[in-house]
């Protein structure tokens, strides 16, 4: 059985007549990179805040690593690296002396944390800015040092609140790119928020969609296409050449059929078996000539559209 590295249990977090996150019951496993998704005010930052034990649920209970958030918010806190949206260091200090400074204050000789700061600069790619000053970086290059400042503490979890806010595309796909690298190579268990889906979706175990402070799916983002497309049901993009009109209402009248639609291109037959071997029988036994049968998905953007219908969408 996988190991849970952050159990949500039924927690709830009403502020006066407004509840931010709703009977929420979620577990992250060790080692996994999950991807917190939704729009603005779905309720993201405020269950982070409980992870970290920053915040109290109203009901339910928070564990990381088997221990309660709320009554053990400092050893829930050793364990946890926390990113915010925007990461605070010594402008006028260099990028490694912020982060010589923040391995002391956790009890490193100034060798120790000197050695830790060019190993994590290396690791997050920032050994080329390491000598200069941090009012001079990039918001791209603060998050990587505040990915370096979190890591200097060797936590076992990493939380990051909207990570790719504000940075340019190279800048995301570096950063992407080096939190999958942190999962993988050093065993991180990995929680990100985000409202772009197309974006974390690249490095993300699994994502959860969460709306009004609901969770309202979870999983890889093939479940989350099947939960779509209910169980069995699945769609496939048909173009016969010699269409003569009929074609709908003949396919219409097929038992495994559930729906047909034309895009102004091609039709799309939604059919409620796992095989199209019949949607095929029937083209070839009709004489149609079949120049595309395709199996689609749900692309993101509609996965987006669906479960966030509804939200508030950000940008
Ligand atoms: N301290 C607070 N007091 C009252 N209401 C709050 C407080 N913090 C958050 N809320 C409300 O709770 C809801 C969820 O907010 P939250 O910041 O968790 O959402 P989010 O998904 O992180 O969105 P965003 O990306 O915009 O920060 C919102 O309606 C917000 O107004």
């Not at 709703?22 to 409980?50: C, D, Q, R, W």
């Not at 890889?220 to 496939?236: A, G, P, V």
């Not at 009109?245 to 097929?254: A, G």
């Not at 199996?295 to 669906?306: A, E, H, P």
Request: hydrophobic fraction near 35%; aromatic fraction near 6%; include cysteine.
């Amino acid at each position: 059985m996988e190991e849970k590295m952050i159990q949500l249990k039924n927690i709830t977090k009403q502020y006066k007549e407004n509840k931010a996150v709703n009977h929420l019951n979620l577990s992250i496993n060790k080692g996994e990179v999950f991807g917190l998704l939704g729009p603005n005010g779905a309720g993201k930052s405020t269950t982070i805040y409980m992870i970290l034990g920053l915040t109290e649920p109203t009901e339910g209970e928070v564990y990381v690593d088997g221990i309660h958030a709320t009554n053990k918010p400092i050893e829930v806190k050793q364990r946890v690296g926390f990113l915010p949206d925007n990461v605070g260091f010594y402008e006028d200090m260099t990028g490694i002396e912020n982060l010589i400074l923040t391995g002391k204050l956790n009890g490193l000789t100034n060798a120790e944390a000197e050695k830790r700061a060019m190993h994590w600069l290396e690791q997050v790619r920032m050994n080329h800015a390491s000598a200069k000053k941090v009012g001079e970086y990039s918001r791209g290059m603060k998050q990587r040092l505040g990915l370096a400042d979190i890591l200097m503490k060797n936590p076992e979890v990493v939380i990051m609140d909207e990570p790719t806010l504000g940075i340019d595309p190279k800048g995301i796909h570096e950063l992407l790119d080096l939190i999958k690298n942190l999962s993988e190579e050093h065993g991180l268990t990995i929680l990100l928020s985000s409202h772009q889906l197309h974006q974390v979706q690249q490095i993300c175990d699994r994502v959860g969609i969460f709306v009004k402070g609901e969770l309202l799916a979870y999983g890889d983002i093939e479940e989350l296409q099947r939960k779509l497309l209910d169980e069995t049901s699945i769609l496939y993009k048909v173009i016969v050449k010699n269409d003569n009109h009929q074609l709908v209402e003949r396919l219409s009248m097929e038992s495994y059929v559930d729906s047909i639609d034309w895009d102004g291109e091609a039709y799309h037959v939604k059919v409620n078996r796992e095989d199209g071997g019949e949607l095929a029988r029937f083209f070839v036994s009709n004489q149609y000539d079949l120049l595309t049968l395709q199996r689609l998905s749900y692309g993101l953007d509609d996965i987006y559209q669906r479960y966030f219908q509804g939200g508030e969408m950000g940008d």
